[in-house]
Every structure is written in structure tokens, then in C-alpha cells.
């Protein structure tokens, strides 16, 4: 119906050895893959990093601008003092600490919905590819679930089953699986004219092996390239869930979370925008980045196309 | 030459255009902005503020509350109580008509006071009272009580929700369960239901037929004046930043209750003002579930009592210090009953006794449910610092986050917490709503058959109510409402958070908004 | 072509009951209890009981969809429970400034981003092209509130140009109808325009890479007219595509835009209706968007007939 203008065909197969040097030699993967390595690990060290706790609070530090410094009450009762490097909300929370913590949620929403998505379309759509039964039942299914617009689907799940990590991951990955069942099943069935699996078809090879064995190598470039894409768009989808009050709880540090308190006060206090809308923004930019690196060097026929 | 022609003729018309042709018609219009989606139309069937507002547009009450609690006649013109106490007597003022031009007679007014009868709390405490009502003449009705009772007239002129606003007899006979279709009122406002758009915009005009009384307006009593041609309720505009650029650049005049973070703001903008007119204003109040461990044990609803330092959650949730005060009293402060009797526990609240209340009382580490809602923005952060203190304290707590609509279906479950319960929530109140021990829900401790969620079960405090109920004398109704007090106290029955103003901003010229606890928008001037 | 235009037309039916279906079972299956919800927060057991009956909510599942499905199919959405009216009276509210706005975005966003794209694609490798794909990484990767705040604190707080929220029906006049869609749309189209930027250099490149290119530009036709008649003309399908593809993406913008600009339309009306726990407004919202999507991808597979005659079905 529509994807066509990103389908592809499938990308050849005698590309692996030099793909890692040409992977290395792109501009675009250099700055996306450096920037994103940077930031998984500023998540990971987020302790590390003159943090505190990012959901205590006091009330007497609150609207800080950024450098200030006030106070900070500990779990045991303690005051103490505490520097607000980007600023504190209007609870009198540590923006930087939520900014810091915040990037382990983003990422790992990113990642699981990507890893999600791809696991649920790879298994759909070698299915619908290869076994004909299959076929038609699937992708009927597959175009009806692509006809409901997926924000409002992921809206409706997560408003109606309660925000968790899990139900937003579920909610925004479930939206993009046709898509990638469509790239799948394309590659799938181009991949099965090739002569190679002819020839292992005709010397009688079970279906799993030449499912398992010749097509999933060969799908494996594309599908790294729409899964950096799954993955930015659900970092964004994720910001704008929680924007609208259906995402995660709001005492979880996301980068959408802080910027839907902080943009009560846009105007008066930019900080508690600014700063997670920059960690946003950059990451966002870092993932798309290194996915048009990574369709310019792994899938050279798409990167013609788009 | 002949396309600059017909490009000029095009932006004539354009600009013919952007005059916008209904501006002349429609006179002066106040644009207001309220605190929150009018949904239902109904101010009986639903105790909504919104709703309430809505019926202070187009309907009028018997009596009213003025800005100082006092109650006062507004559709009554004189009342007379017999010796017993037993027969009140009231003949309603010259000059009431409805919207469609009917005479407001006394079928109307108790048509209406029994669908209010049978939703309303206090309208149902009266009605056990009331033996009959009567109807000897169109302009007097008659209520007949089986035994003296304190708060007739408290109940008449009832500020908030559930007003007894009179409506047509054929309107007021609606099943009270079932919500009303005919908007027909004898107010000041006259509904515009074409214009009616939900989520988008509500629309009034002014009723020129409306006869005020003389006296100034005051909370909801006095002259109902009405200044303006039209007034429209943006319903859409709920962006807390966006409603202040509306009203920085004058596309609003009034926004009803601006998001405390919004008023630093607010206070740098040439000509926006803020100005409160809600005196008395809002209670806030954490709810415990008796029902349910670990707040069951009096003990433990103690501790927590201890570790609630109101100042925490004021300053956090409130943040501008002239708009809140700590406040020890369950009836709210400077109204009539209020009393510090038995807030000791939380007055001197500190960790440290907070600490060994709890070690004291058995406390075994079962988490407290705490429901947070998510978009109330008035309340919502409440429920973090109680976490936090409780946390602090030495409790388990389970911060759940919902929406308000899930959180008021869910706080209705008696289910223990695993099961879809709760064992705690935090909320808010107008004054009048909670300022007497006979319509705070918060004390109504029947157990398992209280109307108000947490069902504590305390007969001491039902039985000083029915005292209460029945005594006439103001001394002697004071000190049985500081007796309460002490024992709510004593029992937790919840925990008072102290008290906030949320005063409205608008354009500097709008003047003349009437103080009271509700939005109402006679008297109101726009330049 | 005309058995082209029937198998396309029979083939939208499946996909609408599947939509159907997903819709159903997407808030049948969620927890919450739309009786107690309906009833409000006073109400006793026997009260939710019985509004369970008269929803028909206590017969089994298949027979609910049935006469979903068949009050559907009669125009039937069902009353709202929030709004109190009935879902297609509120659809129909709210479907003009939805409207206005999404039509609006799709008249900047193509007007703006096709000859970007065709410029792009003639300089190919050249910095204007490399700026445009820098920019468009960057539309894909800024929330939507971010940028509307941005745009409303700079063009309507700042330089006091337009206003800073709400919609003017067409009827309160055309130039307030106007102001108030401008902002809104900008903020929409940016990540429109990036999309279609793309989409239409990417084409482009390939079309210009054509023989008939070379021929054209060897008969010394003006390089305008190679661009824009031949090489823009083939590369019509894809970008059209895209704008099909893209009106999911717009949906996506209208549920933020209108809460951003207080615009009382179909995308606030979700957010409001999911907040509410408004059951029959969900879905008759997802299901109207659904068919929108599902009839403009209709429409545009149609189209190639005219774009590319040379397609043949």
C-alpha cells in the first residue's frame, strides 16, 4: 500500500568483509556512534557523576537557576548542601541528576522498543515470507494494525493500562512492527529468488535451515538501519507521552517527564526545558545520524532511494 | 494594472473581514478561562465544581453565604421560624422570574429542594428533619420539621456543591439520578446551549430581566449586577504556560486558577493582575483507609499524623509564601469552628517522634498504597512529599501514579491494597465544603457505611454529631465541634495539610469580581 | 484500470475490520471498569450493576462486538461518557480546526519542502543540499512542544505577531481564521517538511540520474523545465507516497499541536477522551482517524494512475 518508497531490495551478500573498515571510514557513524557511546556512558556512570538521589527533594531549594546552590534533604533526614549545576524544578529537585538518571530511561525505552519491534517483525515477517498460509492472513492484519495512527494507540495503552517502563516499551513498539514485517517479508521474498537458495531449496534443506541459515544473515543490514530509526522515533514518542500526561509516572526521571513539569514555567525558568530537551534532541540526532551512516555504508541501495 | 486592481479589491475585503462581523453585535465579552472542563450541566446530579459554577450563572439560591460565613436571604425576602422551632415560614421577594419568563413560585422552589434533598449530604441530614413542605400561597412555602434543627438556614444557603439552586417545577422533577436536559434558570445568566461546545467553549448572556436585590454583592448574596453582554468559558485553553501568553497578550481576561508555578510570572506582566477572591480558600487533607494494614491501627495513622510537618507540603506544592499558612484545625481557619483541640501531634511534629510512634506502634514494613494523581496540577505533588516524609519516618511507601478518574474509581474500592485497593490518598477542599463537623466528609466515621472513602469507624464522633445536629446555641455547637476534632485526631482520621489561596489573574481592566468561596461573574466590570 | 481501481477499492474492506476489530479489543481488553466510570464517584454497587446491563457490558464478548459493529455500521458511535453528547455530534465539533490545521501543515509543508528537495537534488553534494539534510535530521529529532514553545515565546510573546493560542472557526471571518492556524501549522510542518524533503531529493536524484534527463537537456531544453517537467514529474510517486505515509505522522502532530495551542480539535479531543477513561470517544476517535488514514492511502494509490500513467495494473 504505502512503504514502498522505503522498501528495499535486499543488499548483497558479498559486502561483509570490507562493511566493518567502511562502517569506520563514515562520517556519520564516526559522530552518531561516538556521541551515543557518550551518552550510554554518562546512563551507566550516572552515580558516578555528582548525582544525588534524582527523586528527593526539598522544598526550600526549588526554581534554582542553573549554578545555584541550595540544599538537599536525604532519606535518613540529613540537610545537606548541594550545588544545582543545571538547576533545580519547581519540587526542588537536582535537574542534572534527573537529566543524568533520565538518560538511562530514555536510552533503554530506545533500545527495548527497538529490540521489540525487530524481534516481533522479524519473526511476523520471515513468517508471512516464507510459508504462504500465512501470507495473506498476516498482512491483512499487519495493514489493519498500520492503519490505526500508533500515537494514539500507544496513548490508549498506556493511558488505559497504567504507566509502567514495560507498557510504554509494549505500547510504542506494538505500532511499529508492521513496518518492519513489511521490510522483512520483502527482503524475504526477493531473497528467496536468489540462486543460492534455489540451489539449497533443490538439495532438499529444511525450511528452518534456509530460514535460520540463508535469509536472516541477509536481512540483518536493513534491519539494523530501520531499528536506529525505531529507536529514535520512540525516544521522541516516549517525550511526547509523558508531554501529554500518558507516559511513564512522573517520579520516574525521564527527559519527558522533566520537561512536562518544567514547561508550567517555560517562560520564567527555560532551564527545566532546556537542558532535558537538549539531552533529547542530541541523542535523538546522534541515533538518526548513525542510522544514515549505517544505511550509506551496509545498505548502499536504500541509501539511494531515501 | 487590472491584477493590482483586483489585489486591492481582495484585501479590502480581507480586512472588511478581520473586523470580525460578530465584534459590534456581541457588546462586551468576558473571555474567562476556569479551572477545569465543564462536562456536566447538572449541579445536583454531580458535586463537580465546575458544575457548581455553572449553576451560579444561571440559577439563584434562597439563601446565600457572604464573604464573611454569614448566611444571608437571596430569593427569600422574609422568614420566620415558630416558637417550637418546628415551622419555617418563608415569602420569596417580588420580581423572580425564569428564563422563559415564568414566575418562580414556591411549587418550584420545593420541587427543587427535594431532588436536592436526595443528592446532597447535608440537603439529605435536613431532609430527616423535615416533615413536610408546603405551598399555602405562590410566593410562600412552608417546611415543617419533626424536631428543631440547627442548620436550616446553613443548609439553604449552602455555598458549594450541592447548591439548592431552584429550578422550574417540570425541571426539578427530574429523577435526581438521571441528569437534567432543560437549562431554564432564574439567575443572572441565561445558558447558551447552541453555543455549547464540551472541551471547547460554554457560552452565557445576560438575563436584562434579572431583578438584583439592592444590597452590594457579597460572597453569594447581595445584588447580582451584570456588567458585561456575554460572558464565554474557554474550555479548550489548559496548557498552564499557554493560558498565561493568552492573558500576557490580552486574547483572555480572567484565568480562574493559574498554576502556582505560573505567579512569578504573572506578577512581571504589564496589566495582569492577581487578585484573590477566595478569602477563606482551600483546605488540603491526606486520607487514610481504616480499613486496610497498616492503617488500620490508630497508632500508625498517628505516626504518620507526626511525620506530616504541613510547612513541607505547603512549600512544595504551593511554593508562594503569601498564599498559604499552616492550619491545625479540621474545620478550617477563621470560620466559626474553627479550634486547635487535639493537633498537638501535628503542630509539634517531628521526625524524630514521628520515628518512635511508628517502631511503637508494631509497624511490620507493609508498604502504604499512595495514590498520586497526575493531572491536578493544584494537588499533585502532595502525595511525593508525603512519600518522602513517610519514608523518612521509617515507612514502606508504594507511590502509585494515575489520573484523577482512574484514582476517584479506584478510592471507592474496599479491596485490600493488593487487590485493587488503596491506603491513602491526598486532596483538597473549599472551606465551606469541610468547615462544619455535619458536611465534612472527611468525619463521617459510620465504619464500612461512611459516605466518604477511608470509611473510619469512630461512634464517639457520630454520636457528638447528632449532639451537634440539634443544638442551637452557638457556644455549645463550637465546643462540640472542638470535641470532634479531638477525637478525630485522636483516631487519624485524616491529616489536614493546612490551607491555600489560588487567587485568579486578570486583565488590570476587570474589576469588580465578587469574593466568596466559587467563581462567580455578576458584578464583574470590563473596560 | 478500472479493475485496478475495484480490486484496490475491495481491498480496503479487510483492513477496516481488522481496524475494527483492534479498536474493540483494545479497550475491551484494558482494566477499568467503563460502568463505574460512567456512574461517577457516589455511586453503589447495584447502581454500576445496572448501568453494566444497560451498556450491555454483561453479555459475552462476540455479541458486544456485534452490536458495536452493527450501531457502526448505522453511523452509530455511541454517547460519550464525558461529554455527555453523542460521539459523532463531538467528531463532528471537533473536525473542523483538525481539519483547517492538517491541511494547513500539508499546503506549507509541500509548498516548502518540494522545491527545497528539487534544489537539493540539482546541487546534489552541494552545501544547500548538505544544509537541507542537516535540517532535516534536526526536524526528526526536536519534540513537537519544545519547537511550539519556542516558536510562540519568539514570534507571538516577543515580536507580538500572532496570537499565542486558540482557533477562529472560518465563519468569525477569514483573516482571525487565518492568524490562529499560522503558528500551529508552522510548528507542525517542520517535521513534515523534513520528511518530504527527503523523499523528494532522494527521487529527484534518481530521476535526474534517468536517460530521458540526458535527452532532454541534450535538446537544450531550459533546466527549469528539465527539473520541474521531467525529472519532478517522474519523481511524483514517492513524494506523493510519502504524504500518504506522512498523515500518520500528522495525526501524531495534531494530538500535540492542538494541546499546545489550545486548539479545540479531534487530537485534544483523544487526550481528553483517554484521560477521562471516555471509552465510546476513544474509539470512535482511533476508528475516524483509522478510516481517514485508510481513505487518503486510497486515494493516493488511485492517484498513480494519473501521476505514472506509465504504471500499468
Known amino acids: 500500500m504505502d512503504a514502498d518508497a522505503f522498501s528495499v531490495e535486499a543488499a548483497g551478500v558479498r559486502q561483509h568483509e570490507s562493511a566493518w573498515r567502511r562502517l569506520r571510514r563514515n562520517w556519520s557513524v564516526r559522530i552518531g556512534g561516538s556521541v551515543l557511546v557518550l551518552l550510554v556512558a554518562i546512563a551507566l556512570a550516572a552515580p558516578l557523576l555528582g548525582t544525588v538521589d534524582p527523586t528527593l527533594f526539598d522544598a526550600g531549594s526549588r526554581d534554582l537557576r542553573p549554578g545555584m546552590t541550595g540544599q538537599i534533604t536525604t532519606l535518613d533526614g540529613d540537610t545537606i548542601p548541594h550545588r544545582f549545576l543545571m538547576g533545580s524544578d519547581s519540587f526542588g529537585r537536582d535537574i542534572y541528576s534527573r537529566v543524568i538518571y533520565g538518560a538511562r530511561v530514555s536510552l533503554s525505552v530506545g533500545l527495548l522498543v527497538a529490540l521489540l519491534a525487530l524481534a516481533f517483525g522479524i519473526s511476523a515477517g520471515l513468517g508471512a515470507g516464507y510459508l504462504r498460509w500465512l501470507d495473506g492472513v498476516l498482512m491483512r492484519f499487519m495493514d489493519g494494525l498500520m492503519a490505526i495512527p500508533g500515537i494514539l494507540v500507544a496513548i490508549a495503552l498506556v493511558a488505559l493500562w497504567r504507566g509502567s517502563l514495560t507498557t510504554v516499551v509494549i505500547a510504542i513498539a506494538i505500532p511499529e512492527i508492521p513496518r518492519v514485517t513489511r521490510l522483512v517479508r520483502s527482503l524475504v521474498l526477493s531473497i528467496r529468488e536468489e540462486p543460492y537458495v534455489e540451489a539449497a531449496v533443490s538439495l ?46 512522573p517520579d520516574i526521571p525521564t527527559w519527558g517527564n522533566i520537561m512536562a513539569e518544567g514547561r508550567v514555567q517555560f517562560n520564567e525558568y527555560p532551564h527545566n526545558v532546556f537542558f532535558p530537551g537538549l539531552f533529547l534532541a542530541v541523542t535523538v540526532l546522534a541515533v538518526n545520524i548513525l542510522g544514515d551512516g549505517l544505511r550509506d555504508t551496509l545498505d548502499p541501495k536504500m541509501a539511494r532511494r531515501v | 494594472m487590472i491584477s493590482f486592481r483586483r489585489i486591492a479589491v481582495l484585501a479590502a475585503a480581507f480586512a472588511a473581514m478581520g473586523a470580525s462581523p460578530g465584534a459590534f453585535a456581541q457588546g462586551k465579552v468576558l473571555r474567562v478561562v476556569p479551572h477545569s472542563n465543564l462536562s456536566i450541566l447538572d449541579p445536583i446530579w454531580t458535586t463537580a465544581y465546575m458544575s457548581r459554577n455553572h449553576g451560579y450563572m444561571i440559577y439563584d439560591t434562597l439563601f446565600g453565604t457572604d464573604a464573611k460565613a454569614r448566611i444571608k436571604p437571596q430569593m427569600v425576602d422574609t422568614w420566620t421560624m415558630s416558637k417550637d422551632g418546628k415551622t419555617w415560614t418563608f415569602k420569596l421577594r417580588t420580581g423572580l422570574a425564569f428564563h422563559d419568563g415564568a414566575p418562580v413560585t414556591s411549587e418550584d422552589v420545593v420541587a427543587s429542594l427535594k431532588r436536592w434533598g436526595r443528592r446532597d449530604a447535608l440537603g439529605q441530614q435536613l431532609m430527616t428533619f423535615v416533615e413536610e413542605m408546603e405551598t399555602p400561597a405562590p410566593d410562600t412555602f412552608v417546611l415543617k420539621l419533626k424536631e428543631p434543627c440547627g442548620f436550616v438556614l446553613e443548609a439553604l444557603g449552602k455555598p458549594s456543591s450541592n447548591v439548592p439552586f431552584i429550578m422550574p417545577k417540570r425541571v426539578a422533577e427530574t429523577d435526581p439520578f438521571k441528569q437534567i436536559d432543560d437549562y431554564t434558570g432564574s439567575g443572572p445568566y441565561i445558558f447558551k446551549k447552541d453555543e455549547f461546545k464540551p472541551g471547547d467553549r ?34 479548550a485553553l489548559r496548557d498552564p504556560q499557554s493560558q498565561v501568553n493568552a492573558l500576557a497578550k490580552g486574547e483572555v481576561d480572567i484565568l480562574e486558577r493559574p498554576a502556582f508555578e505560573s505567579y512569578g510570572q504573572l506578577k512581571e506582566i ?27 491501627k490508630a497508632a500508625v495513622r498517628r505516626a504518620a499524623l507526626a511525620a506530616f510537618r504541613q510547612e513541607a507540603f505547603l512549600q512544595a506544592q504551593v511554593g508562594v509564601k503569601e498564599y498559604y499558612h499552616t492550619c491545625p484545625s479540621m474545620f478550617t481557619c477563621n470560620t466559626p469552628y474553627a479550634t486547635t483541640a487535639g493537633s498537638e501531634i501535628m503542630a509539634k511534629s517531628n521526625m524524630r517522634k514521628a520515628r518512635e510512634l511508628l517502631k511503637a506502634s508494631g509497624y511490620d514494613g507493609t508498604p502504604v498504597v499512595l495514590m498520586k494523581p497526575t493531572d491536578l496540577a493544584a ?43 488503596w491506603n491513602m490518598f491526598c486532596t483538597a477542599w473549599v472551606a465551606p465544603d469541610i468547615w462544619s463537623p455535619l458536611s465534612n466528609a472527611a468525619l463521617d466515621t459510620k465504619g464500612e457505611k461512611a459516605s466518604w472513602f477511608g470509611w473510619p469507624d469512630d461512634p464517639k464522633i457520630e454520636q457528638l454529631k447528632a449532639q451537634f445536629a440539634r443544638e442551637l446555641d452557638l457556644g455549645k455547637r463550637k465546643k462540640l465541634a472542638a470535641e470532634i476534632q479531638a477525637e478525630a485526631f485522636a483516631y487519624g482520621t485524616h491529616a489536614p495539610l493546612g490551607e491555600y489561596i489560588n487567587p485568579v489573574a486578570l486583565r488590570t481592566g476587570i474589576t469588580g469580581l465578587v469574593v466568596g468561596p466559587g467563581d462567580f461573574y455578576w458584578n464583574v466590570k470590563k473596560n | 484500470m478500472y479493475k485496478f481501481i475495484a480490486r484496490r477499492l475491495l481491498s ?36 454500576i450493576a445496572q448501568i453494566r446491563i444497560s451498556l450491555g457490558l ?36 471537533r473536525l473542523e480546526p483538525t481539519l483547517a490545521l492538517a491541511s494547513f501543515t500539508l499546503v506549507i509543508a509541500v509548498l516548502v519542502s518540494v522545491p ?69 501549522s508552522i510548528t507542525l510542518s517542520v517535521i513534515y517538511i523534513a520528511l518530504i524533503a527527503r523523499v523528494t531529493r532522494a527521487s529527484m536524484i534518481e530521476a535526474l540520474g534517468e536517460d530521458y534527463i540526458r535527452t532532454a537537456r541534450a535538446k537544450g531544453l531550459p533546466e527549469s523545465r528539465v527539473l520541474i517537467a521531467h525529472a519532478l514529474a517522474n519523481a511524483a510517486v514517492p513524494i506523493v507516497t510519502v504524504i500518504g505515509i506522512g498523515v500518520a505522522l500528522l495525526i501524531g502532530g495534531v494530538v500535540v499541536t492542538e494541546s499546545v495551542y489550545a486548539i479545540p480539535g479531534l487530537g485534544r479531543l483523544t487526550v481528553d477522551a483517554v484521560l477521562a477513561r471516555d471509552f465510546p470517544t476513544i474509539q470512535g476517535v482511533i476508528l475516524f482517524f483509522s478510516f481517514v488514514y485508510v481513505v487518503v492511502n486510497l486515494l493516493i494509490d488511485l492517484s498513480y494512475v494519473i501521476f505514472d500513467p506509465r504504471i500499468r495494473y
Not at chain 2, 430581566?209 to 451584570?226: F, N
Not at chain 2, 512519600?387 to 478510592?411: C, Y
Not at chain 3, 475490520?17 to 477499568?32: C, N, Q, S, Y
Open chain 1, 204 to 249: 532438499g534443506t529444511p525450511t528452518w535451515k534456509i530460514m535460520f541459515g540463508h535469509i536472516l544473515p541477509n536481512t540483518i543490514a536493513p534491519l539494523i538501519v530501520q531499528g536506529t530509526y525505531i529507536c529514535a522515533s520512540a525516544i521522541l514518542l516516549e517525550s511526547i507521552l509523558s508531554f501529554l500526561g500518558v507516559g511513564l509516572p
Open chain 2, 202 to 235: 460554554a457560552v452565557y448572556i445576560k438575563n436584562t430581566k434579572y431583578v438584583p436585590r439592592k444590597e452590594p454583592a457579597s460572597g453569594t448574596t447581595g445584588g447580582k449586577r451584570v456588567y458585561v453582554d456575554r460572558v464565554e468559558w474557554n474550555l
Open chain 2, 270 to 296: 504589564k496589566g495582569v493582575e492577581v487578585f484573590n477572591r477566595d478569602p477563606m480558600g482551600f483546605q488540603y487533607m491526606c486520607r487514610f483507609n481504616a480499613l486496610h494494614p497498616p492503617f488500620d
Open chain 2, 379 to 421: 494537588i499533585q505533588k502532595l502525595p511525593d512529599v508525603a512519600a518522602q516524609l513517610m519514608r523518612q519516618a521509617g515507612f514502606k511507601v508504594d507511590l502509585q501514579a494515575m489520573d484523577w478518574q482512574t484514582l476517584v474509581s479506584r478510592r471507592a474500592k474496599k479491596d485490600p491494597p493488593s487487590q485493587g485497593g
Open chain 3, 12 to 47: 480496503t474492506i479487510p483492513v477496516l475490520v481488522i481496524v475494527a476489530v483492534l479498536v474493540f479489543l483494545l479497550l475491551r481488553l484494558t482494566p477499568g471498569d467503563p460502568a463505574a466510570i460512567l456512574a461517577g464517584d457516589a455511586a453503589s454497587r447495584d447502581q
Open chain 3, 58 to 93: 454483561d453479555k459475552p464478548i462476540i455479541v458486544q462486538f456485534g452490536i458495536w459493529v452493527s450501531h457502526i455500521l448505522r453511523g452509530d458511535l455511541g454517547e460519550s461518557f464525558y461529554f455527555k453528547i453523542k460521539v459523532t455530534d463531538l467528531i463532528a465539533q
Open chain 3, 116 to 184: 527545497l528537495g528539487v534544489i537539493a537534488a540539482w546541487r546534489f553534494g552541494g552545501w544547500f543540499d548538505r544544509a537541507l539534510m542537516g535540517f532535516s535530521v534536526l526536524g526528526f529529532s526536536i519534540p513537537v512542544f519544545v519547537l511550539a514553545y519556542i516558536l510562540i515565546w519568539i514570534v507571538s510573546l516577543k515580536l507580538g505577531w500572532l496570537p499565542v493560542q486558540g482557533y477562529k472557526r472560518i465563519g468569525d471571518g477569514f483573516w482571525p481564521f487565518l492568524r490562529h492556524l499560522i503558528l500551529p
